[in-house]
């Protein structure tokens, strides 16, 4: 028996443990429980109460409410998730039937961390929005050297909040978002460092320069880009964000691997507030976005317990939010040590 299948069977045991119940009523106290361990967030602003399925299986029952509801879904073989929202009177008569997907309110293929921090949750925006059943993936990366926290809020001011970042928030920042255009709008702000209690707004952003124009920032999520990166930018940093750049790095050689860029272990170049020790190792299967200064790289991988440089890779990594070359290290059909570079090497 493979391992997708006894994964399958797992949560299967699971969701039926804690899978809605036919008798439940939409009034039912506890039916609307959240967890404060959970791996997903839902900020419903349907104006619906909503039901979760996966595998046609109802995981959970969320209530008509904005505020933040979370649950817990077990992935210890790292599955993507085919999430599956509907509303809740189209399955209230039966929520152990398999619904009739064309009545699917809303759609995400996430792959959720098994772990409990709360820095590892992802968030899903459920619109009120019937126009578009698919959602695509948000991810943001908000790097160190501001005392300021940005409040991120899609359409205008006044819209829906879907991320709070503090400085060096630069991974895993996830929020599933319906198909769409958006114009994104941050807000700073810092807190009182004594109680953290009290905060004072110092501005917006809600602009930026494309091909020599001022424009809206905009960001488009559909069917051809169903995930996108983006890079919030310092408030007043005068184009100081279009320094930097991603370098990616996918370790699928068998044991763990250290990175150097240019002689040094690549974790003394990247931006991450915090203590980087460890961070140029990466294990087996490992996929790790690193932010550098835009600049020329020699990359070499080399494993903990040998100075032999396993691979080697010359990158020239360009500036600005769409700057992103990635780096694979592999082992090919011939046992060989092997390595390739794709994105805007250039």
């Not at 959602?135 to 829906?160: C, E, H, M, P, R």
């Not at 983006?230 to 370790?251: A, Y």
């Not at 360009?318 to 694979?328: E, N, R």
Request: glycine residues 6%; hydrophobic residues 35%.
């Amino acid at each position: 028996m493979n391992r997708k299948v006894i994964f399958t069977i797992f949560l299967a045991l699971i969701f039926s443990i804690t899978a809605c119940k036919k008798d439940e009523d939409v009034d039912t106290k506890g039916e609307f429980d959240t967890s404060e361990d959970g791996n997903i967030v839902i900020e419903n602003h349907s104006n619906h109460a909503l039901a979760l399925y996966h595998n046609g299986v109802c995981i959970k029952k969320i209530p008509n409410s904005s505020t933040d509801f979370s649950i817990w879904l077990p992935n210890p073989s790292d599955q993507t998730f085919d999430l599956q929202i509907y509303k809740y009177d189209d399955v209230s008569d039966d929520f152990s039937k398999t619904p009739d997907i064309t009545n699917i309110y809303k759609r995400w293929s996430i792959n959720l961390s098994n772990s409990k921090e709360i820095e590892k949750r992802v968030t899903w925006h459920i619109t009120s929005s019937s126009a578009e059943i698919n959602s695509g993936t948000l991810k943001f990366s908000y790097v160190g050297g501001t005392d300021l926290q940005v409040d991120v809020f899609i359409n205008n001011k006044n819209g829906a909040k879907i991320i709070t970042l503090k400085p060096g928030d630069q991974y895993e920042n996830i929020v599933g978002i319906d198909y769409g255009a958006y114009t994104m709008h941050y807000r700073y702000w810092i807190s009182d460092p004594n109680t953290g209690e009290s905060s004072e707004i110092k501005g917006w952003l809600e602009k930026e320069m494309v091909a020599g124009a001022e424009v809206n920032i905009w960001n488009v999520i559909n069917t051809n880009r169903p995930e996108a990166h983006l890079f919030i930018p310092h408030f007043n940093n005068n184009g100081d964000n279009d320094k930097w750049g991603i370098i990616k790095i996918t370790n699928q050689y068998p044991v763990p691997i250290v990175i150097s860029a240019n002689g040094v272990n690549i974790e003394k170049l990247i931006y991450l507030d915090g203590n980087t020790q460890a961070a140029s190792i990466l294990q087996y299967g490992d996929a790790i976005e690193f932010i550098l200064d835009s600049d020329e790289y020699l990359l070499e991988a080399r494993t903990l317990t040998s100075s032999t440089v396993l691979a080697r890779a010359n990158i020239n990594l360009g500036k600005g939010k769409d700057a992103k070359v990635t780096w694979k290290i592999f082992v090919d059909d011939d046992g060989n040590v092997d390595s390739e570079i794709t994105g805007a090497n250039q």
